[in-house]
């Protein structure tokens, strides 16, 4: 029926993600069902996606489940998957903050939220973590404002801010902000952080991974040798994160850090976890800016970073990208008070995507 019909779709960019959007309603419950007509309406399992809408890239092979938040925590509910591109696996296990940025303006095109002109506040609950983003965009005639003056690393050219506030990711998908309980372990002789503020990240020194941290993402794509070993790492690296076998999963992500190049703080090159990210994702940025601001992290080593400021300058292939991050070490143990990020999202197409029938 659908692969005639069409099911209603929503595609949009947010931040340097772009994605398809649906409410709930108009996808199967069942998750079996859902995920084997989100493979077929995508282009999975294809390099290309050529027979569907995927963009080739697990940065464009996203999807985004939105529907009304049916307790008091959030006034939406957000599930994130991702869809492979070459592989036929849609996975819940990780979350994507770059999309998360178009929740609420969907929300809004979809009367599932309402608001008056003016500074839009929605709290979004995040299924994949079980935590909750409140997100703050622009309203003007009754519809989400998409143009705007601000610029992110990444997408050329500028669209209206989304800001995004987190108070709870910590150990959204591991049980803690460390999930080992240390800040430093070593994995196949290599010192690392194990850090999870909102995105399980493995966090190293690129110079211990003898590299220089600042290489083309094409350069360290075709270092076979860096490869094997980032993904040693990774496999060693899921049960010591209480995320099991890691094998078939998109987590944990691997970020190498340098001093910064430029006139940020850190530079960073991420695997997502087999590709290299053209910029960073945003929880893993956030994740990334928390363990080089904990004192002893291989990260810290490198930070350049006015002490006391809560804003890391990330450096990445792309550009730049700034985190908010406020670390407590009241208690002897780092504690993140408070966490945040500004996006911005478009409105790219709206109607009906035809499944293959196949
Ligand atoms: O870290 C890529 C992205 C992401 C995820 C990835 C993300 C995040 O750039 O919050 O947004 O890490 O797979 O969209």
Do not use: W
């Amino acid at each position: 029926m659908t692969s005639t019909h069409g099911v209603r779709a929503m595609v949009m960019r947010g931040g340097t993600s772009k994605g398809l959007f649906f409410v709930a309603g108009d996808l199967p419950a069942d998750p079996d069902e859902r995920d084997d007509l989100l493979m077929k309406v995508m282009g999975t399992p294809d390099p290309r996606q050529i027979d569907g809408v995927g963009g080739a890239d697990p940065l464009t092979s996203k999807v985004a489940i939105v529907d009304r938040c049916s307790h008091g925590v959030a006034e939406v509910d957000y599930l994130f998957l991702q869809v492979g591109v070459e592989v036929a696996a849609v996975s819940d296990r990780q979350n994507c903050g770059n999309l998360l940025s178009a929740i609420g303006p969907f929300a809004m095109e979809r009367s599932l939220l309402e608001f008056p002109d003016g500074m839009a506040e929605t709290r979004v609950h995040m299924l994949n973590t079980d935590s909750v983003a409140t997100a703050r965009f622009e309203i003007a005639e009754g519809a989400p404002v998409y143009a705007g003056s601000t610029a992110i690393s990444g997408v050329p050219g500028t669209a209206a801010a989304v800001t995004l506030e987190f108070s709870d990711i910590s150990g959204g998908s591991t049980g803690a902000l460390l999930p080992t309980g240390r800040v430093v372990d070593q994995l196949a002789g290599v010192p690392a952080t194990l850090i999870d503020n909102g995105m399980p990240v493995v966090v190293m020194r690129a110079a211990d991974l003898d590299v220089t941290g600042y290489e083309s993402c094409a350069d360290l794509e075709g270092n076979d040798d860096l490869r094997g070993l980032l993904e040693k790492i990774r496999l060693e690296a899921g049960p010591m994160m209480n995320l099991g076998d890691v094998s078939e999963a998109t987590i944990p992500k691997l970020t190498m850090v340098a001093p910064p190049a430029g006139s940020g703080d850190l530079c960073t090159r991420t695997f997502v976890p087999h590709r290299c990210h053209q910029a960073i994702g945003v929880l893993g940025a956030v994740s990334v800016a928390t363990a080089a601001l904990i004192p002893g992290s291989p990260a810290s080593e490198v930070l350049r970073h006015a002490a006391g400021s809560s804003v890391v300058t990330l450096e990445h292939p792309s550009g730049t990208f700034e985190a908010v991050v406020e670390l407590s070490m009241d208690s002897g143990a780092p504690v993140v008070v408070r966490s945040g990020i500004v996006r911005t999202a478009r409105k790219l197409m709206d109607g009906l995507v035809y499944p293959r029938s196949y």
